[in-house]
Every structure is written in C-alpha cells, then in structure tokens.
C-alpha cells in the first residue's frame, strides 16, 4: 500500500493491461571476445515482464533449481508487487545482451536485525550463454553491492550435482559450509544441497 491505498500497476509505471508473453526467447550465440559486450546492471521495475519470461527460460531448461519446470504459477503482477514490496530487502542484477536479459543474480538481506549483515545470493545463467564469465560477473557485482551495503558475509546454497557452479563458487572464495543430505528429490532419486558462504 502507498499511503493507506493499493498499489496499482499504475503506480509503479507499468500499463495496467498486462497479459501473459509466451514468445520465447532467441537462442544467443558467443564468441569467444563477447563476453565483454555483456552489461551488469539494476533490474528495472519496467522490465520485470521480460524478468519473469527469463526466469521461466531457466526454469525450463535446468534441472538443477528447486523449482522444476511449470512449477512457478506467479503472474507478472505477483512478481511486480514482490519485488516492490521487499524491494528495500531484495535486489536484482541482470545480465543484458544485445538487449536480451541472459541470467541474473538476487541480493538477499534478512529483515532481522541480527542477520543484517549477511547477504543471500541465487543466481540464475541461460543455459546457451554458460561459459563465458556471464555468472563471475554476476557475482562480482553482487559482492561489490554487498560491501557497499557493509555485508559482512556473503551465502548460498547449491545443489551436489552442479559440479560447474560448485566450481565457479570455490573460484570465488566461497567455502564449504555445511551439507543438507538428500534434501531434493529429481527423477534421477535424490541429492544433497551444498551450503556455502564467504566472508567480505
């Protein structure tokens, strides 16, 4: 609520007759001197509509997220108003491509006072622009946020199948902290979930 009245989409700049976008996204192709034409930055609150369709991309693709594909029931209006509502909490990055959204990161700071310090990362990459530095940019500008935000610790949880993003989190300083031992199930039977943290 703004003042003891509703939020609208108006309110938030967005047109209020939003509807479902099914079209899907392009397949991307990198060189190997692309990666720098790849631009870190804020999502905005506009583009929260091209945000969910890329949320859902990884969703389809991945088999390493909780979240399986078709799962996530969310409408754009859900997710607008969740990001606005904790948006003093929860901050998005996103990965641009010759204008196309290629993978994000989420900052996550806990409402209590005592957590305050720590910062909770999830990070998303399209599958097709694996492998071309997209996730360390991604983390890198998380951290950097976190530190200007005096984070004192940064954290995340990863599945014990992804070998690649266990990798890419050990290259970046994070250790291993703890093991939740078959906390997910999959059609393949279950696997661990690898806590992780770094300390900044």
């Not at 509703?6 to 309110?11: A, G, I, K, P, Q």
């Not at 940064?154 to 992804?162: C, Q, S, Y």
Request: aromatic share 8%; net charge positive.
């Amino acid at each position: 609520m703004i003042h003891g009245r509703l939020v609208s989409l108006r309110d938030l700049g967005i047109l209020p007759s939003i509807h479902k976008d099914t079209t899907p996204f392009s397949v991307m192709s990198f060189t190997h001197n692309q990666e720098s034409d790849v631009h870190i930055r804020r999502l905005r609150l506009r583009e929260v509509r091209a945000f969910a369709n890329l949320r859902a991309e990884v969703e389809r693709e991945a088999t390493h997220l909780a979240v399986s594909n078709g799962e996530r029931k969310e409408g754009i209006a859900y997710v607008l108003l969740r990001i606005f509502i904790n948006r003093k909490r929860m901050h998005t990055f996103i990965a641009e491509k010759d204008g196309e959204f290629v993978g994000f990161i989420t900052v996550l700071f806990p409402k209590f006072k005592k957590l305050r310090r720590n910062a909770y990362l999830t990070l998303s990459v399209k599958k097709d622009a694996r492998g071309h530095g997209i996730g360390t940019k991604l983390i890198k500008k998380a951290e950097a946020f976190a530190r200007e935000r005096k984070s004192r610790r940064l954290e995340l949880d990863v599945f014990a199948k992804n070998k690649n993003a266990i990798h890419l989190y050990e290259k970046l300083g994070f250790n291993h902290e703890g093991r939740r031992v078959q906390a997910v199930e999959d059609k393949d039977g279950f696997d661990d979930v690898i806590l992780m943290g770094k300390l900044l």
